[in-house]
């Protein structure tokens, strides 16, 4: 069923929570893929029924970056989901989310604005603002959809860690579910930004996953300085690759490590063929 209009969905919504049925939502910004799917399957075996949202979010979107380009597949998206057993496709217009005249200013909208500490690194020191408008989407979605639970991904790391930060701080009532990366058969992390590589751009993107595999891999025969594994990652790079950063982290709350642990998730950003890509791993098995 595809839906438009917050109203049909909380009718919609409302009939379900009066039959005790469990819900599952799973936002997306449509250019549905194998990752996603990933998400809606998990939501589909866990929930009685599934929303999933397609929703271009232009308050997440800088100055500068591809708003306009990005790729919208609203029908085929609509069929990869019904085919995958969901049961609402909601599918609003900026205007329905943020109101006329509103869908790209701050002087008029609420926004949910995370924590400095979560967002002043990583991504969100060259998106700056970027998570203010991913938090006000997701909070918004809370609060139409109203899900016992909520399925994420885990290559958008830092984006998982401020979702379930701001779902503790604020008391939503809802479980966050995250999920595994998915991958290619190369081992490129499957983005719906990979349909603007070249075939050549994406044998170049490879770089990504094996410096992280790289890395793991010295942390598993014992190195933990992360300096000397940072060290490691350069020969995987030429003048093919724009690397943004390559941080490791506390995998619970972003803080910066100094000596590699279990806990530490590596981070890593690059533009490769003018796009610009992430990925992550957790160095424990």
Known sequence: MLIHTIA????????????????????????????????????????????????????????????????RTLEADQK?????????????????????NQMRTNDFLTYVIPPFFYVNKLCGKSRVGHFDGVCTVVNKL????????????????????IIKKMVKDLNIPVEIIPCPIVRESSGLAL?????????DDKIQAL??????????????KGITDVEALKETA??????????????????????????ANDNTRVFIACKVGGVRLIDNILLKD
């Open 142 to 161: 809370f609060n139409i959809v109203q899900p016992d639970f909520a399925f994420f991904g885990q290559k958008d790391a830092q984006q998982l860690i």
């Open 80 to 100: 990869l989901c019904e085919d995958a057993g969901v049961n609402i496709v909601f599918a609003p217009s900026p205007a329905e989310m943020y109101g006329e």
């Open 207 to 220: 770089a990504l996953s094996k410096i992280l595999n790289n890395i793991k891999n010295c942390y598993q």
């Open 234 to 259: 350069y020969s995987f790079l030429n003048e093919n690759h724009d690397l943004e950063y390559l941080e490791f982290m506390d995998e619970n709350n972003l803080d910066e490590v100094k000596k």
């Open 191 to 199: 983005s719906s930004r990979n349909k603007y590589l070249s075939d």
């Open 8 to 71: 049909e969905v909380r009718e919609q919504i409302k009939l379900w929570k009066k039959e005790g049925l469990t819900i599952g939502l799973v936002p997306t910004m449509g250019a549905l893929h194998a990752g996603h799917l990933s998400l809606i399957k998990k939501a589909v075996e866990k929930c009685d029924k599934v929303v999933v949202s397609v929703f271009v979010n232009p308050i997440q979107f800088c100055p500068g970056e591809d708003l306009d380009k990005y790729p």
